[in-house]
T-cell receptor, first 109, second 118 residues
Framework: GQNIDQPTEMTATEGAIVQINCTYQ??????LFWYQQHAGEAPTFLSY??LDGLEEKGRFSSFLSRSKGYSYLLLKELQMKDSASYLC??????????WGAGTKLIIKP | GAVVSQHPSWVICKSGTSVKIECRSL??????MFWYRQFPKQSLMLMAT?????????EQGVEKDKFLINHASLTLSTLTVTSAHPEDSSFYIC??????????????FGPGTRLLVL
């Protein structure tokens, strides 16, 4: 079956770095997405990886290893506003999204 | 495994026809479901909030007469795109809110439905 795993909750300190991992098993693969979702709001697109490697975008970076079925989202210089849920979603061969349950990130001063 | 399903996953239709998309919560009851539209590599745009037994709440700029939402049961919400036109071609994603006791709730997303209007 198809499955996505990511931690349920993580806690980090303002100014620090945090890495949110995501492992996936899908029928075929057409890329992996990361979204940020604040409570009561729609998910905001953060990144899309389809090739192996690290993509950096400001304070956020996303990494993909297709052979390992693994991705991570790296957040640097954490700010209080980064407190949110982070959703990992893989796209399968039918271009359907398989969603993780989300990782709730709590930032402490 | 998936907890929210959508049907169909793909649909191709002629301009002027209506298309119905179903969103089902598979093993829980969802009093609230959400419908989103997604453009490539962009954020999900909330179209409407669907509440079981009452009228949907539409976001500003979304035509309620064009995008009909029916939340007939606690496990099913439908989005009907009426008189579809090519500009309605998009990826439509639903989600269902699951209450887990107290104030805790989780939102589960469906796999999406790709609509292509010719």
């Amino acid at each position: 079956g198809q499955n996505i795993d990511q931690p349920t909750e993580m806690t980090a300190t303002e100014g620090a770095i945090v890495q949110i991992n995501c492992t996936y098993q899908t029928s075929g693969f057409n890329g992996l997405f990361w979204y940020q979702q604040h409570a009561g709001e729609a998910p905001t697109f953060l990144s899309y990886n389809v090739l192996d490697g690290l993509e950096e975008k400001g304070r956020f970076s996303s990494f993909l290893s297709r052979s390992k079925g693994y991705s991570y989202l790296l957040l640097k210089e954490l700010q209080m506003k980064d407190s949110a849920s982070y959703l990992c979603a893989a796209m399968d061969s039918n271009y359907q999204l398989i969603w993780g349950a989300g990782t709730k990130l709590i930032i402490k001063p | 495994g998936a907890v929210v399903s959508q049907h169909p996953s793909w649909v191709i239709c002629k301009s002027g026809t209506s298309v119905k998309i179903e969103c089902r919560s598979l093993d829980f009851q969802a009093t609230t479901m959400f419908w989103y539209r997604q453009f490539p590599k962009q954020s999900l745009m909330l179209m409407a909030t669907s509440n079981e037994g009452s009228k949907a709440t539409y976001e500003q700029g979304v035509e309620k007469d064009k995008f009909l939402i029916n939340h007939a049961s606690l496990t099913l919400s439908t989005l009907t795109v009426t008189s579809a036109h090519p500009e309605d071609s998009s990826f439509y994603i639903c989600s269902a809110r699951r209450q887990q006791g107290g104030d805790q709730e989780t939102q589960y997303f469906g796999p999406g439905t790709r609509l292509l209007v010719l």
